[in-house]
């Protein structure tokens, strides 16, 4: 649904959280959660990585380049993993386009 | 038995006053007295206490919660402690100072809630004049704030026809989130039940026209909708689990397993001003009573639902079967199953007038 607002997500895409949107580190569970208005979603360590480099300013395309250095992982198999999950936390209002 | 796990979220009743007197509320017949209400502190070092066991947010409300003046103080306090902050309000009290103060603290998020969108009808069902319009301001201050906001109408026969302009209003209003939510039954809703209960055609004509709109405004603005459970096949999940996910402290501070637990009888009902709320989570009788599978009766006992709806609401199965551990009449399966059926049935044509949620008046 990505055209509902009107932008797809690409390498030059710069994602920032929504106000009323954060990621928090739940030191009882010991997880990552994503807490929205009226719920707090738990974030895989996948989506935890990625999110913590969300600071409305990195394009994903660094966010990308960071995380495939850091996991010394094929660029384009993480590239297909941040481009899809930032498309569906747009999609449910967490992230914002700057 | 094993220790539960940690709460997920803390719903904070900081006071039964309210200048509306909705004839749904869910607050319980007897209201809590203003002098007996927790203070700023004895609320702080609660969030202090929710927080370390793993409460990741607290719902303030009431009540009207702005009818507290150390609220912005608790929000505050709530941001410190890592805590995501939510306002349940009726909008009567924002003005720009007070929302301005609210924002100033850290708070998260705002829930509206709505009677109505013609303002005669929504003044009359919250029975306060000119309620509606202020709401409409309140509305505006906070889209104008930038804080995010939950838009939530109360759904019954007297507006049930009305939820396609609510939705135009919420877009309007820049809402992110609505929800259209018929009223439940306990407490003032159930003493209001004959004036409330929808017909099964309404409830097909808002489940339309939310669907309707939930494909028009994909993206933009999410859509939750509850309907009553009463025309189900199955009750509705006991919020995730009694004494899974969620803790209901009242005003003068009892510590509940939900808004409505207050009507269970011949039980103790802790306080945080007696005990830690970790104590009172893991061991008070009102928490480990109807906690997982065990204490259940068939025919929810051998039911393969019973992990998905936990054999439906206690509360539901007190006010109408008599009994909180008994299968929620809701359910086709359950014995007292008939007590639905009756209500829908002796249903009257015409409403009867509200009796308004105020102290002393059950
Ligand atoms: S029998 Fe009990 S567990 Fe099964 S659906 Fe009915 S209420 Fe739920
Ligand atoms: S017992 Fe009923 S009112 Fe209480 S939380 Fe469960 S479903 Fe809700």
């Given at each position: 649904m990505t055209q509902a607002t009107g932008q797809t997500v690409t390498e030059s895409t710069v994602p920032r959280f929504a106000r009323g949107t954060r990621l928090q580190y739940d030191r009882v569970r010991e997880v990552w959660f994503v807490q929205a208005p009226e719920r707090a979603f738990h974030a895989d360590p996948i989506a935890a990585e990625i999110l913590q480099l969300v600071d409305g300013s990195r394009t994903l395309g660094a966010i990308i380049d960071q995380l495939a250095l850091k996991f010394d992982a094929p660029r384009a198999v993480i590239a297909q993993d941040v481009l899809a999950m930032v498309a569906d936390l747009t999609d449910k209002q967490v992230l914002l386009h700057a | 038995m094993t220790s539960p796990p940690p709460p997920m979220s803390l719903l904070a009743?900081?006071?039964?006053?309210?200048?509306l007197q909705c004839p749904?509320?869910?607050?319980?017949?007897m209201l809590d007295p203003r002098t007996q209400e927790l203070g700023t502190a004895e609320w702080q070092r609660v969030l202090d206490e929710a927080a370390q066991m793993g409460v990741l947010q607290v719902h303030f409300s009431g009540g009207e919660p702005m009818a507290r003046p150390d609220l912005p103080e608790l929000v505050r306090h709530a941001a410190k402690a890592g805590l995501y902050s939510n306002l349940i309000t009726?909008?009567?009290?924002?003005r720009p100072d007070s929302l301005r103060a609210l924002a100033d603290a850290g708070l998260d998020h705002i829930q509206l809630s709505f009677q109505d969108v013609e303002a005669a009808s929504a003044d009359r069902i919250a029975n306060m004049a000119g309620a509606h319009a202020k709401k409409l301001e309140a509305a505006r201050l906070v889209a104008a704030e930038g804080l995010p906001l939950t838009l939530n109408f109360v759904i019954h026969r007297q507006n049930a026809q009305r939820v396609p302009a609510m939705l135009e209003l919420a877009e309007q209003l820049g809402a992110r989130r609505v929800e259209i939510a018929h009223t439940q039954y306990y407490g003032w809703g159930l003493l209001n039940r004959d004036a409330l209960l929808p017909d099964r055609a309404q409830i097909e004509a808002t489940t339309q026209a939310v669907q309707a709109a939930r494909t028009r405004l994909a993206g933009r603005m999410s859509i939750d909708f509850v309907t009553?459970?009463?025309?189900?096949d199955r009750p509705k999940p006991c919020m995730g689990g009694w004494g899974q996910r969620f803790l209901n402290i009242t005003p003068t501070g009892k510590v509940l397993p939900c808004h409505a637990a207050e009507t269970i009888p011949n039980i103790v009902f802790p306080s945080v001003r007696e005990a830690s709320l970790a104590d009172i989570w893991d061991h008070a009788p009102i928490f480990t009573?109807?906690?997982?599978?065990?204490w259940m009766p068939e025919p929810c006992k051998s039911c393969a639902f019973k992990e998905e709806d936990w054999g439906g609401c206690r509360c539901q199965a007190l006010a109408l079967a008599g009994q909180a551990n008994a299968a929620d009449p809701v359910c086709h399966k359950a014995p007292d199953h008939n007590a639905v059926v009756q209500a829908i049935a002796q249903r009257p044509q015409t409403p009867p007038p509200f009796r308004y949620r105020r102290f002393g008046n059950a």
């Open positions: - | 009743e900081l006071t039964h006053r309210c200048p749904y509320c869910s607050n319980p017949l009726s909008g009567v009290l924002i009553p459970d009463y025309y189900e009573l109807f906690r997982g599978t065990e």
